[in-house]
Antibody
Framework: QVHLVQSGSEVKKPGASVKVSCKAS????????ITWVRQAPGQGLEWMGWISVYNGNTKYAQNVQGRVSLTTDISTSSVHLELRSLGSDDSAVYYC????????????WGQGTLVTVSS | DIVLTQSPDSLAVSLGERATINCKSS????????????LAWYQQKPGQPPKLLIYWASIRESGVPDRFSGSGSGTEFTLTINSLQAEDVAVYYC??????????FGGGTKVEIK
């Protein structure tokens, strides 16, 4: 059974960094990529970035480029998202999700991690 | 960047009736390689992550009830929910994967019971 389990909620001050983890189980970890999507309170879905677990290639959304990093840890079947220089508009629920090669199916999602940026 | 515009923003439908949601893309998302439109539909209920309903514009994901159907090609797409059930109350999003690995979502359509 496929599961993506994310780390718990975070509260950060403006200017700080946050690291959110996504631990996968139930499938061949290196056969799929992981994409990250965030959702501000009451708002829609915003794509943030993607990482190929197979070779570590990444692609980031333009509006967070330079502040975001995605990394993998094959030994723990985990993907980590780090977002730096946090502002209030980074307050959102962050989701990781599994995606196959053709990107047609983003089929399994983590439960979401709430990140609150507040002074 | 590809922009997806959904309409309406919200709609209220009586139980057992049909709900129709539209998604218009700013450019064609027809993949020449796959000869299919790179568009998916998701359902999101409060407090939950999105759930994949439809991919390649019209292919229903395994386990999704057949009252959900997708249609369209190129730039114009429709998600139809036939015989709306109470459990279908949710926000629905279209999403393109033409410019992979970048993804884009529509603004969402909230479906409620009339």
């Amino acid at each position: 059974q496929v599961h993506l389990v994310q780390s718990g909620s975070e509260v950060k001050k403006p200017g700080a960094s946050v690291k959110v983890s996504c631990k996968a189980s139930g499938y061949s970890f290196t056969s799929y990529g992981i994409t990250w999507v965030r959702q501000a309170p009451g708002q829609g879905l915003e794509w943030m970035g993607w990482i190929s677990v197979y070779n570590g290639n990444t692609k980031y959304a333009q509006n967070v480029q330079g502040r975001v990093s995605l990394t993998t840890d094959i030994s723990t079947s985990s993907v980590h998202l780090e977002l730096r220089s946090l502002g209030s508009d980074d307050s959102a629920v962050y989701y990781c999700a599994r995606v196959f090669g053709d990107f047609a199916k983003v089929d399994y999602w983590g439960q979401g991690t709430l990140v609150t940026v507040s002074s | 960047d590809i922009v997806l515009t959904q309409s309406p923003d919200s709609l209220a439908v009586s139980l057992g009736e049909r709900a129709t949601i539209n998604c218009k893309s700013s450019q064609s998302v027809l993949s020449r390689f796959y000869n299919k439109s790179s568009l998916a539909w998701y359902q999101q209920k409060p407090g939950q992550p999105p759930k994949l309903l439809i991919y390649w514009a019209s292919i229903r994901e395994s386990g999704v009830p057949d009252r959900f159907s997708g249609s369209g090609s190129g730039t114009e797409f429709t998600l139809t929910i036939n015989s709306l059930q109470a459990e279908d109350v949710a926000v629905y999003y279209c999403q393109q994967y033409y410019n992979t690995p970048s993804l884009t979502f529509g603004g969402g359509t909230k479906v409620e019971i009339k």
